[in-house]
């Protein structure tokens, strides 16, 4: 049976994370491949935010940022883990792992060695990038930094990813389908 491996190489799984500042467009992007069937995992930051106003902390984030990035990363990793065991070959996530640890780096806080470690130990295949896009910004509930913060902490992710050696593919200001178009070429090739 050995003699037939090299015909039954497994696929490689693909783990795409789509990354950008608050208010470029990632969850519209997620909801527009998940709508053409691509399987796809959903930003958390918002459940752990909506969790935590239930036990009576109105914004987790300013008020207790560790707390809220060790959830975060938590739910991040286990994502990682729940793509790697997804039948089907491409996942996409909306943000990853190190976006814990480009946030952080944002506010200025420190936080513990095992995030570092978790990012070098989870890897992505692929990370798109969305720009800064002030005409599609707003701010609401979950979103409360204004524009210009917004470009500040794209400026965080961009270093914090380009840190753990990964090569940012931005995806241009377009069309939600021409966005997922892009996307698609980029990853078919």
């Known amino acids: 049976m050995s003699k037939f491996a090299p015909y039954f190489q497994k696929v490689q799984k693909e783990i795409i994370v789509i990354i950008g500042g608050p208010g ?7 909801d527009g491949l998940i709508a053409k069937g691509f399987c796809c995992y959903p930003e958390i930051s918002r459940e752990v935010t909506l969790e935590a106003k239930k036990q009576g902390i109105e914004q987790l984030f300013l008020e207790k940022p560790l707390l809220f ?19 089907h ?3 996409f996530i909306d943000r990853g792992i190190p976006d814990v640890l480009a946030y952080m780096h944002y506010i200025g806080d420190s936080y ?12 992505y295949s692929k990370i798109f990038i969305l ?14 930094e204004n524009y210009e913060q917004a470009k500040l902490i794209q400026d965080h992710l961009i270093e914090t990813y380009q840190g753990y050696g990964y090569n940012l593919i931005e995806v241009p200001k377009d069309t939600v389908d021409n ?5 698609l070429d980029t990853i078919s090739n």
């Open 69 to 87: 990035s060790e959830l975060l990363l938590e739910g991040r990793k286990k994502q990682f883990e729940d793509a790697q065991n997804e039948p």
């Open 112 to 123: 513990p060695a095992s995030f570092d470690a978790i990012c070098k130990e989870h890897k």
């Open 89 to 91: 070959n491409v996942v």
């Open 131 to 144: 720009p800064p896009w002030e005409e599609i910004y707003i701010s609401d509930d979950a979103r409360y």
């Open 179 to 183: 966005r997922i178009l892009f996307i």
């Open 24 to 30: 470029t467009g990632k969850s519209t992007l997620i």
